[in-house]
């Protein structure tokens, strides 16, 4: 392998790298709304049936909106990083590279659709699942 191609392959690690520590940052954010999410949901499930529960409930479910709408506004920054790391590597990727690409798939053909993902639609899921709620409750 000469310097060239050690080259592209050293640019690809790094790329794959860089990628995978926004899919961390991702994974640790919908990672959190779940867990909080579900202590929101149980502290409502208790809370539901008792006396003058109203404002509880209200405040928890407003809580869980809020938290919901946040994480989905914090998703786009790893999707918004790893598509940047992904145009440099289409920009400086070596000519006469032949290695793996620094990701599995991407859909070139409707690049729109990452933003359509679990990742992005869970939170709009539960920040719809809280509005919901909190009609049903009133």
């Known amino acids: ?32 709304l779940a867990t909080l999410q579900g202590f929101l949901f149980a502290g409502v499930g208790l809370a539901w049936k008792l006396p003058d529960s109203g404002l509880l409930v209200g405040v928890l479910g407003i809580l869980g909106m809020i938290v919901a709408l946040l994480v989905f506004i914090a998703i786009f920054a790893p999707i918004l990083a790893i ?12 000519g006469d590279y032949d290695g793996p690409d620094i990701s599995g798939f991407y859909p070139d053909k409707a690049p729109w659709s990452v933003w359509i993902t679990p990742e992005t639609l869970i939170p709009l899921a539960f920040a719809g699942a809280w509005f919901v709620l909190l009609i049903l409750r009133q």
């Not at 310097?3 to 860089?18: H, L, N, P, Q, T």
């Not at 598509?83 to 070596?94: A, C, S, V």
Request: contains cysteine; glycine residues 2%; proline residues 2%.
């Open 83 to 94: 598509e940047k790391i992904r145009l440099f590597w289409r920009e400086h990727k070596p």
């Open 1 to 32: 392998m000469n310097s060239v191609d050690k080259k592209g392959y050293d640019m690809a690690e790094i790329c794959r790298v860089m990628i995978r520590s926004e899919a961390e940052q991702l994974h640790r954010r919908l990672t959190w």
